[in-house]
Nanobody, 121 residues
Framework: QVQLVESGGGWVQAGGSLRLSCAAS????????MGWYRQAPGKQRELVAG???????NYADSVKGRFTISRDNAKNTVYLQMNSLKPEDTAVYYC???????????????WGQGTQVTVSS
């Protein structure tokens, strides 16, 4: 059983900062890509940022220059530093990990339970 535990969400005023963390634990053999998605009310889930095992990153255009994704492979943890937050960043943020649950298993995506980020104007 793979578990992704997210933390760091909350309420902040526009222009403020938050840092999200997501730690993978349990029966996980290896982790490749890690990332963050978000879903605002009435909208589809969208990719916010992703990072490969070799630290190549990609970002949604709407967050470039404001958000930074990083990872600690020794801790199986991915972070999302969010600066200059805007009301339109308000959403539930989901951690995503692409990896193998066991040796010989097929690679698959694992998801966190989501953490609410609310940015007030």
């Amino acid at each position: 059983q793979v578990q992704l535990v997210e933390s760091g969400g909350g309420w902040v005023q526009a222009g403020g900062s938050l840092r999200l963390s997501c730690a993978a634990s349990g029966s996980i053999f290896s982790i490749n890509g890690m990332g963050w998605y978000r879903q605002a009310p009435g909208k589809q889930r969208e990719l916010v940022a992703g990072i490969t095992r070799s630290d190549n990153t990609n970002y949604a255009d709407s967050v470039k220059g404001r958000f930074t994704i990083s990872r600690d492979n020794a801790k199986n943890t991915v972070y999302l530093q969010m600066n200059s937050l805007k009301p339109e960043d308000t959403a539930v943020y989901y951690c995503n990990v692409w990896g193998l649950a066991c040796y010989g298993c097929s690679p698959r995506a694992f998801w966190g339970q989501g953490t609410q980020v609310t940015v007030s104007s």
